[in-house]
């Protein structure tokens, strides 16, 4: 076995040379004890990181055969009902309750009327107002085109209103009905209260009665004159005058034969002729068809 010799020192054997050897230097034991401790860390982290991942992949996996089996059973929506209910009563014991209502819009539902409506009086837990119901119950009244409800926390409910806009009064198979501007009747509006609404009559009058009246009233002199509108074979609309005479429009463009009947009377007063039909069918002209037996006695008296 070869020596080696310390540092200074000679080989026993004559004539070689001695040498000096560079020992390794020993490691402080305080850095061995650090390095075993980053280990272990490293270790139990990468043991607790998938002992994580299994648990929540078991706990997965454990809720959706729950729900699998609930749902089998018919009972997931009773749980998620519970759930529900639970809740609402937990947000209304720590004081999550209406204090206020806000409506805005309704001219003809009181507020008070619209709380009990909805559920919402004084004290009632904020959570436990169906919002969807409260909106359909509003829309079913006969006065309301649309409704909102509005959840504001923490103590607020909001309601926004569209009530429905009276524009004219249907007269059809004898009785009367209040329209509004999509022709549909309003629910107990009683058409007594409303006789200074325009008229329009027969079927299909409703649904275009917004526009024919907004046409006559863009005219004073033939608003002035005009007693009701006539649909007429749902197609076109006629004019009944105050003189008992019709203003017969074209299907087209009714709009511009009332213009040319309100230009014609500025300058021939002739929504005042004592005449049965002004005929405006046929386009650019007008065509005047006087009472028959008033025709027939002035040409016996021409005669």
Not at 87 to 114: C, F, H, N
Not at 145 to 170: F, G, K, N
Request: aromatic fraction near 4%; charge should be neutral.
């Amino acid at each position: 076995m070869s020596k080696v010799g310390r540092a200074g020192g000679r080989d026993s054997t004559k004539g070689a040379k001695s040498r000096r050897t560079s020992k390794p230097k020993a490691q402080p034991a305080n850095n061995k004890a650090a390095n075993w401790a980053a280990a272990q860390l490293r270790a139990a982290r990468h043991r607790a990181s998938y002992a994580l991942r299994l648990g929540a992949l078991t706990a997965a996996l454990l809720l959706c055969l729950a729900v699998l089996a609930l749902a089998v059973l018919g009972r997931l929506g009773d749980v998620q009902a519970a759930v529900l209910a639970a809740g609402e009563r937990q947000l209304t014991k720590a004081g999550y309750t209406v204090a206020w209502l806000d409506v805005s819009g309704a001219e003809r539902l009181d507020p008070a009327a619209i709380a009990a409506m909805i559920g919402a009086e004084d004290g009632t837990g904020l959570a436990q107002i169906d919002l969807h119901a409260a909106r359909a119950t509003l829309e079913a009244q006969g006065w309301v085109r649309s409704a909102e409800v509005l959840r504001l926390w923490p103590d607020r409910i909001a309601v926004l209103v569209e009530e429905r806009s009276p524009v004219a009064l249907w007269q059809i198979e004898g009785g009367h009905h209040v329209v509004d501007a999509e022709g549909v009747v309003i629910p107990g509006a009683d058409p007594a209260s409303f006789t200074e609404l325009p008229r329009v009559v027969g079927a299909g009058a409703n649904e275009g009665a917004a526009r024919i009246t907004a046409l006559i009233a863009a005219h004073e002199s033939v608003a002035a004159r005009t007693t009701h509108a006539i649909k007429v074979g749902e197609r076109r609309w006629s004019l009944r005058l105050r003189s008992g005479g019709e203003v017969l429009l074209p299907e087209a463009d009714p709009a511009g034969a009332l213009a040319t009947l309100a230009a014609l009377h500025e300058e021939r007063a002739v929504l005042d002729y004592d005449v049965q039909f002004l005929d405006f069918r046929n386009d650019g002209e007008m065509v005047i068809r006087p009472w028959p037996d008033r025709a027939e006695h002035a040409a016996g008296r021409g005669a």
